[in-house]
Nanobody, 126 residues
Framework: QVQLVESGGGLVQAGGSLRLSCAAS????????MGWFRQAPGKEREFVAA????????GYADSVKGRFTISRDNAKNTVYLQMNSLKPEDTAVYYC???????????????????WGQGTQVTVSS
């Protein structure tokens, strides 16, 4: 099985930046899709960004396009989410997710993923 651990969250002022990390262990990430989702209290978990590991394709929610960048470091088995120009509405718990044995287009819904981390809190103050 795969274990995912997010880190890098915290408190930042509007307009600032944070870099989230998702460290994976347990098995290889070959042919894996990786995604970032976020969830605020009382709200549904929503798509943020995703990466097709083998296909080197990325996708972003319209709300973060141009501000967030998803990337990975294969040697470290880690996926990142660079978040720039943060807004208060970006405040949420951010989760990384993985889908194994997938070589298709980027996945944008939570139910398409097999593994989830425990989340890291991001708070953006105005």
């Amino acid at each position: 099985q795969v274990q995912l651990v997010e880190s890098g969250g915290g408190l930042v002022q509007a307009g600032g930046s944070l870099r989230l990390s998702c460290a994976a262990s347990g098995r290889t990430f070959s042919n894996y899709a990786m995604g970032w989702f976020r969830q605020a209290p009382g709200k549904e978990r929503e798509f943020v960004a995703a990466l097709n590991w083998s296909g080197h394709s990325t996708g972003y929610a319209d709300s973060v396009k141009g501000r967030f960048t998803i990337s990975r470091d294969n040697a470290k088995n880690t996926v990142y989410l660079q978040m720039n120009s943060l807004k208060p509405e970006d405040t949420a718990v951010y989760y990384c997710a993985a889908r194994r044995d997938y070589i298709g287009v980027v996945l944008t819904t939570p139910r398409e993923y097999d593994y989830w981390g425990q989340g890291t809190q991001v708070t953006v103050s105005s």
